[in-house]
Structure formats: C-alpha cells, structure tokens
C-alpha cells in the first residue's frame, strides 16, 4: 500500500529549527491517516495496521517502509510504503513512485501473488509503480542449476490497483518497454563473457527485428579500414564486429538521433595488462553497448515517433603474440594516426572509429555515446555521476535534465584545449594517453578529434554495476542509460512531445507482467 505523509504543514519556528528539521519529515508518533483499500483492509483487520504503524513510529515519509505481518482477514502480510507529503517536499514525483514499486516488490518475492494499491494517485502514478517494480525485481538466473527453497523468490504475479484502471492502462505499454529495455541492457551485461563474445553480442541485436528496428552487422571483411578497432581486436581469437540498428519512427527523410556504446565484452588490457584482482569485472565493459541496445528496444517498444541511430562497437582487448603494443601506430578510419602507448586505453580507439562512421553514414542532428572508459571518472565521480564531456550548450543541458528527470544521475566535465595539447604525439597525429592527471578528461578530449556536430559523451564506468541493491535496481548490472536516452529523445526528439515535462512522455502497456 502506498502511504502519504498526514497533510499537516509545516510551521516555520526559526531558521535553526526549520534547519534541522528533516525535509518531509513528521513529528514522531504522528502516523498518516489510511484511506480508501488501505482504511478497508484496516478495518478488516481490526485496526491492525493503524496499531502497527504507531508502534513504529511510521510516518509515511518517502522511502519508508512498515511491514505488517499476518494481520487478519486472510491476509498474509501487508507493507505500508511512504510516499511522502506535497506540502513538506515529499515524494509525489513520479521517481518517488518508482521506488515505492520497488520498495513493494522487494518485500513480496516471498509470496506468489500480491497487489499494489494506489488508489487515490493518478494513473500515471500506478503506471510508474508498476515500471519501479519490474525493475527492482529483474534477476538473472540463467546459470543457477538449484538454488534453497527459502532464498528463491516466489512472486509471480503483481497487480497494480488504481481508481482510473483505463488511464493506467493507456500508459502502460511505454513503461514496460522500457522496463524490458533495461532488462535486455541487464542481460547482457551480466553474461559471463565466455558466452557473450563479439559475435554472440551482435547476433542477440537481431532479436531486435521483432520490434521493427532495422539491424545490420558488419562483419570482420567489411572492417578491415578500421584500424583504430581492428588494433584493440587483433590480440583475440574472437573477431570484432559492429551492429548498427536503425528505428524509423519519424519524418522520412528527418536526420536521426545516434547513440554509440563501446561494447568491449572483455577487457584485459591487452599487453598493458590490468592486475588479476577485480579483472573479472571487466566483463561489463561492454555496459555502453548494452544501454544502446537496450534504449533502442525500448524506443521501438514503445513506438517512438523519432528517427534514431544506434551503434555498438563490439570486440575484445586480449594479449596475444598478435596483439597491438605499447608503441604501435594505427591508421584510423578518420585517415588520422594514433600512437597507442596504453593497450589499455582502449575504448577511446574504438569509438574513435564508430563515431567516424556513424557521423559519415547518417550525419545525424545530435551523437551520444556511452562507455565504461576510464577509471579516472569514478575518482572524481563516484558511483553517483557519470561524467558527461559536451561540445553544444544546448545538447548539454538536455541531458542533464534527461539524467535529473529520470534519476539517472550525470555531472559536466570540462573539454579544452590545455587538455588537447597533452595528446599531441611526436611520431603521429595524436597519442592514447596523455597521464594521469584528468585521465577521464583526456579521454574525452581524444575522442572529441573524431566528431563532427553536436556531440556529447557519457563515461559511465562509476554507474555501470551496482554493488548493492537500491530502490529500482538489485545488486549488478544496472542498464545505466537505458532510461536516460529514453528520456532525451522523447523530450526534444520525438514529434508531438512537449519538451521540459517531467516524464517526456506519456507511459503506457497493460498492467501486470
């Protein structure tokens, strides 16, 4: 059950009290008033829940829980999840709603069945709680051959109750797209990468046909100009590929969208070779491509009425007696040179390439691309931010607020040329490292030599995988982009969409699943 906060404002006592008041916080023992389902399954139960919620102090701020178990009336357990309160700055937004689904689903993977109430909410609201639910209780199974009784979950079935049930269901169809999005962007990511090598990556791209999305895969022959990828990929037996997916969901003729991922399955290194510990990580380094592919699903799944381009990069960094060497000079696609002093500076050298041929092929309005390329931006980031590296204003700002409205956190970086002059290579046009300090700056600002047009990139390496369960997303992969690029082309991209709203769009597919 979806619980607000009581609507009781808040009187300001002075600036050191209000100071220390906590935002949307209630005076302790205040408990919210129930209503509608809730107040009746109350009543059911002889006050049960009320008394519960008394007893721990639950006010209904938002992201607070009250688990009540065995409270009558047949009831197996109810979980009061807070949302919040308007007037005190609470969680009435619709991200706010997505936690509370996942907040709710987590607590009920013990039982088969269960409801969501939300009456009282709009269907918007309902529509984005059930999205937070299949998102926090996406899991990846595939290799569990038996697992205890008591740890497997059990839900299999989670209805969403709203007063507006035709609303809800006219904006589901988007939500759930984007749900299945992330959760194809999480598969992948998650694959061990035995299994998902270059070849199998792009091979799965093809599923997207279902949805309508035009997919087409250029195979090793048709790459032999792409020095700067072909480098990374000649230390492993695995060839690289690249998958370019088209959704002509716009104007014919209209310039698309494109968004890039680096989609490294396994990254050793190559002979600049990472130590062991923590190198089996690096099987995610494929995250940028997987959001890509994951955002493309969700976009077609959703029906976006937007032209929209994306291309992954797919190959492995292996060492080998045919590896590229610290040393070595590639000829890009570009024409330009590369000094390749860092085997494992490699992401840059394959976008480097990608971008050259996504700009030269579609010469699209605006290019994103997404990559776990540098550890230098978790030191200056964390895990709360990716960096985003932008040369337009305008294209800068769309996704900060695509990041905001979505939750998807992402923080500017600085691009110039003091940074530029610290690649300049004595023996080629340029070099793949330039030190330590700014390391994800100068990551940025090497790729930066590749585009022509708006661009922005994102370097997720702090976002990709999460070491600990949050709100909407369980302990691993966490199809960080997904939502994002979602969220950008359906505020400034997408015909018929009113930019600068909350959502960008109107979330829609049936309830349930």
Known sequence: VLVRAPEKAVQEKGAQEKGAQEKGAQEKGTAPQLA?????????????????????????????????????????????????NREQGGGHSLRDMEAAGGAAAAALLRDEEAALATDGMPASHAAHAGLGAMLRSYRFGLYRTKEPADQAPRLKRLVVLTDDVAAAEAAWPAARAIAHGAALARDMITEPPNVLTPAVMAERCLALRELGVEVEVLEPSALQDWGALMGVSQGSANEPRVVVMQWRGGAEGEKPVCFVGKGVTFDTGGISIKPAAGMGDMKYDMAGAGAVIGAMAALAGRKAKANVVGLVGLTEN????????????????????????????????????????????????????????????????????????????????????????????????????????????????????????????????????????????????????????????????????????????????????????????????????
């Open 318 to 513: 292996m060492p080998s007696g045919t590896a590229m060497r610290p040393g070595d000079v590639v000829r890009s696609l570009s024409g330009q040179t590369i000094e390749v002093l860092n085997t494992d500076a490699e992401g840059r050298l394959v976008l480097a390439d990608v971008l050259w041929y996504a700009q030269d092929r579609f010469a699209p309005r605006c290019t994103i691309d997404l990559a776990t390329l540098t550890g230098a931006i978790i030191v200056s980031l964390g895990h709360e931010h990716a960096g985003l590296f932008c040369n337009d204003e305008a294209l800068a700002g769309q996704v900060l607020a695509a990041g905001k409205a979505t939750g998807e956190g992402v923080w500017r970086m600085p691009l110039g040329e003091a940074y530029d002059k610290l690649i300049r290579s004595d023996i080629a046009d340029m070099k793949n490292i330039g030190g330590r300090p700014g390391g994800a700056i100068i990551g940025a600002q090497f790729i930066q030599r590749f585009v022509r047009g708006p661009w922005a990139h994102l370097d997720i390496a702090g976002m990709a995988w999460a070491t600990k369960d949050t709100a909407t997303t369980p302990k691993g992969a966490t199809a960080y982009g997904v939502r994002l690029l979602d969220q950008f082309v359906a505020d400034h991209h997408e015909a018929g969409r009113a930019p600068g709203r909350e959502t960008g769009r109107e979330p829609g597919r049936e309830m349930g699943g």
């Open 36 to 84: 509608g389902l809730a107040a009746a399954a109350d009543a059911a139960c002889g006050g049960a829940l009320t008394r519960a919620m008394a007893a721990a102090d639950f006010t209904g701020k938002a992201g607070s829980s009250c688990v009540v178990l065995a409270p009558g009336a047949g009831l197996r357990r109810v979980v009061l999840i807070g949302v919040g």
